[in-house]
Nanobody
């Protein structure tokens, strides 16, 4: 069964950094736009970032712009989310998901979700 897989979560102190990875299992993310989302306990899932297939387009939420960077590996099949200067309120399960286009991603019209990876930021 095709699905996306996230990795790289963990425990970090406030102000620290983590890099999350997203890959496709049974398919390649090379041909898909990819979005990163997060869901904190008791809160709704929110969009963090999107990246297009050709890396020409990226988007960020206001909360993370300037601290997070989304990118693709050389083969374009792995998508990364570099998170710097993390804050305790950013403790959440982080998800990646595939979308048919960058526009679809920005509209949260996602075609497949991963299981998520826990990011915990301690004060």
């Amino acid at each position: 069964q095709e699905h996306v897989v996230e990795s790289g979560g963990g425990l970090v102190q406030a102000g620290g950094s983590l890099r999350l990875s997203c890959t496709g299992s049974g398919f390649s993310l090379k041909y898909w736009a990819v979005g990163w989302f997060r869901q904190a306990p008791g809160k709704e899932r929110e969009e963090v970032s999107c990246i297009s297939t050709n890396v020409g387009d990226t988007s960020y939420s206001d909360a993370v712009r300037g601290r997070f960077t989304v990118s693709r590996g050389n083969a374009k099949s792995t998508v990364y989310l570099q998170m710097n200067n993390l804050k305790p309120e950013e403790t959440a399960v982080y998800y990646c998901a595939a979308a048919a286009s960058f526009l679809a991603c920005t509209r949260n019209e996602m075609d497949g979700w991963g299981q998520g990876t826990q990011v915990t930021v301690s004060a």
